[in-house]
């Protein structure tokens, strides 16, 4: 296995919008952003990710590219960006930008050329087709955020597809001229001096010939046709030419999401000989807690699914390839209200999910707020909401006779907007993030869960996860060690080993809020282990006995 900087790193994710504002108009900004640059050089982070700042209506938050060039209005402007990647350069981070180009907006320029006609030069840039013969849609693909994934358009009779909202067309990569486009946009970001990509729904990007109707789903109008575009025929063709074309050459890193990839497909996409990607971010381990209806479709999370599941794709990757590892993002719940306690064992909980993931193989992805356990929202009128995507979910199912009561039940627990909050920076006004209105309603815990209040308290959740990147940054085992998971059988407790080079690292974790034991296995019997990281006040050094004692949410890492 190869020394990349990037196995060695951890990433935090900023959400511009809500992370920091610094002229008061209610929205994070990228000068907010460098005023808390001291704070996340003191957490440790090594790589900072930031969702797109690039000009943009807005439709998906900056998903809906309008200017690939540009520094959205709201967020400042290109100097300020000059500024921001100096500053975090200066203190020894380095810096991966967005990359969405399974489509753009439809306000971009070449998709305002792409509508004129059917002869235009940019019409190919975009996925057009005529109707059914009845005039009906070309195919029954579904838009992820609800209806049909084809917007009909009168000015030359055709549709074009949108795999996302009406605004955010498809982008056709059979087209070289727009790959070219693609890549020497690319080169234009790596040559300012970026250090990298996280590319959205990069898998997308090819799609099967014909666009064939995809499987009906049982009691819908649309089916979901990722059969059709996901991982599709060119796909692992298009990322190695774009490896070649616009990565060669940079020490930069890349990280592909994939809806729909699995462990056998990744390895493939990460394999360092194929030149592709670095590593991608899989949806499996968070797709758990779905039923078969989809993300909305709440079902409780079975702790044997999620051994049985990281194990597999820390097993998949342990030669070839790589693993990230997260547990949330801007898309996702706050992981301590999903999978933890977000009450009476919030910082117990949060701390035990972070020592889980932290101490696997990969790249562990912090999202903001994750090291002050933030929790979720709940807001009363679904009007305080956001997120284009609950929304529309919101209207379609009002449409079909949900009650308002069912329909948030599951934003509660699955919406966007529970990662998007802003900040909470302090107990002041909107939690020190704006002077002004917030964009998005401030989680009213904000007095209680606090940056100001994490990081004067030596026990809290920021300490454990600057502790938890600082163990990565000085032990190789958690970098390049393998991995493996014991006491598959118990129900209560997720438990591995890692092993380099004779010495291993034991990981105990209590996943519930009830004590329980751990039999430790007989060839730890007698060995001495030497405590690394604790969420409980644990001896430092003990003979590991046969049992071991768990608290609620108990987390112990022991060197042996
Ligand atoms: C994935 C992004 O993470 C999400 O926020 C966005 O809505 C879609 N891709 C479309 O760009």
Not at 390 to 418: A, C, F, P, W
Request: net charge negative; proline share 4%.
């Amino acid at each position: 296995m190869t020394k990349q900087w990037w196995k060695e790193s951890v990433v935090y994710q900023i959400y511009p919008r809500s992370f920091n504002d610094s002229n008061g108009d209610g929205i994070g900004d990228l000068k907010g952003i460098t005023e808390k640059l001291d704070y996340l050089n003191e957490l440790g982070a090594d790589v900072l990710w930031l969702s797109p700042v690039y000009d943009s209506p807005n439709d998906d938050n900056g998903y809906d590219i309008r200017n690939y060039k540009a520094i959205m209005d709201e967020f400042g402007t290109m100097e300020d960006w000059e500024e921001l990647l100096a500053e975090i350069h200066n203190r020894g981070m380095r810096l991966i930008m967005d990359l969405v180009v399974n489509h753009s907006s439809d306000e971009h320029a070449w998709f305002a050329e792409s509508r004129k006609s059917k002869d235009n030069p940019y019409r190919d840039y975009y996925i057009w087709r005529p109707g059914k013969e009845d005039g009906s849609e070309p195919n029954n693909w579904e838009s992820a955020f609800s209806g049909s994934a084809w917007k009909y358009e009168e000015a030359t009779d055709e549709y074009y597809l949108h795999l996302f909202s009406k605004k955010q067309p498809d982008l056709n990569w059979e087209n070289p001229t727009l790959r070219e486009e693609v890549y020497e946009m690319m080169r234009w970001w790596l040559d300012k001096g970026i250090d990298g990509f996280r590319m959205d729904v990069v898998n997308f990007i090819s799609k099967v010939e014909g666009l064939p109707d995809g499987k009906p789903q049982e009691g819908k109008k649309y089916a979901s046709g990722g059969e059709y575009f996901m991982n599709g025929p060119r796909i692992h063709e298009f990322l190695h030419e774009m490896n070649q074309k616009a990565m060669k050459g940079y020490d930069a890193m890349t990280v592909g999401e994939m809806p729909g990839v699995t462990p056998e497909i990744a390895r493939k996409y990460t394999d360092e000989e194929r030149e592709e990607v670095n590593m991608v971010f899989q949806f499996e381990h968070v797709d758990l807690d779905s039923g078969p209806g989809g993300k909305w479709d709440l079902r409780p999370l079975k702790l044997s699914d999620l051994k049985e599941n990281l194990t597999k794709w820390q097993k998949a990757l342990e030669e070839k390839g790589w693993n990230s590892l997260y547990m949330n993002n801007h898309d996702q719940p706050r992981m301590v209200s999903r999978f933890g306690n977000d009450k009476e064992y919030r910082v117990e909980s949060a701390k035990m999910l972070a020592t889980l993931l932290h101490m696997m193989k990969g790249t562990p992805f912090i999202f903001q707020g994750e090291e002050l356990g933030m929790t979720n929202v709940q807001f009363d009128s679904i009007e305080e909401y956001e997120d284009i995507e609950t929304l529309n979910m919101y209207k379609e199912k009002r449409e079909e006779g949900v009650s308002h009561q069912d329909i948030m039940k599951s934003i509660y627990v699955k919406g966007r907007d529970n990662a998007r909050t802003p900040v909470q920076w302090n107990d002041g006004l909107n939690a020190g993030f704006t002077t002004g209105t917030p964009w998005l309603k401030v989680n009213p815990n904000y007095t209680e869960i606090n940056a100001e209040q994490a990081v004067n308290d030596p026990d809290s959740t920021f300490h454990y996860y600057k502790k938890l990147i600082n163990l990565r940054h000085t032990n190789e085992i958690i970098v390049y060690g393998g991995y493996d998971l014991l006491a598959e059988k118990d129900d209560s407790v997720f438990a591995y080993e890692r092993t380099l080079d004779g010495e291993k690292l034991l990981v105990v974790c209590n996943f519930y809020g009830e004590e329980t034991s751990f039999e430790v296995p007989s060839h730890y019997a007698g060995k001495e282990g030497t405590l690394l990281i604790s969420n409980y006040d644990n001896e430092a050094v003990r003979e590991l006995p046969e049992s071991i004692g768990l608290r609620p949410f108990e987390a112990a890492v022991y060197k042996v």
